[in-house]
């Protein structure tokens, strides 16, 4: 998967989670946890885009570390509102695989970001 396609595919995430989010039970708890959702999911695109602007390795790898945590977050909120029973159904099931994906995709990419620049170093 190239650059181009990971950031449309992260961009569709966060369209997918506004679009779930607003089946959120219009309570205390839908509010709060849809506003943490949105905001995660939201970063993960915004700060996964901003990686082509890193001025170096080191800034690659804080921004690729920001976006790793920001995809686990938003699983962890897809999870909360599954297991608490506030939505089901295939949309919230495919999110939380993508959300899944996505944390796996920037975890191996953040380890062979810190790789190479081990390997720079040893140069």
């Not at 650059?3 to 989670?17: P, Y």
């Not at 039970?25 to 709060?32: C, D, R, V």
């Not at 995660?40 to 602007?53: E, L, P």
């Amino acid at each position: 998967m190239n650059r181009n396609e990971l950031e449309k595919r992260t961009k569709l995430f966060h369209t997918n989670v506004i679009k779930i989010c607003q089946y959120l039970p219009k309570n205390a708890a839908g509010f709060e946890i849809g506003k943490q959702l949105i905001r995660s999911a939201g970063s993960v695109g915004s700060n996964y885009r901003a990686t082509k602007r890193a001025k170096s390795d080191g800034d690659f790898i804080y921004k690729i570390e920001v976006v790793l945590e920001e995809s686990d977050e938003s699983l962890y909120w897809l999870e909360v509102i599954k297991e608490s029973e506030l939505l089901r159904g295939q949309l919230l099931d495919e999110l939380i695989i993508e959300a899944n994906e996505l944390t796996a995709i920037f975890a191996a990419t953040d380890k062979t970001a810190k790789a190479n620049r081990e390997k720079d170093k040893k140069k």
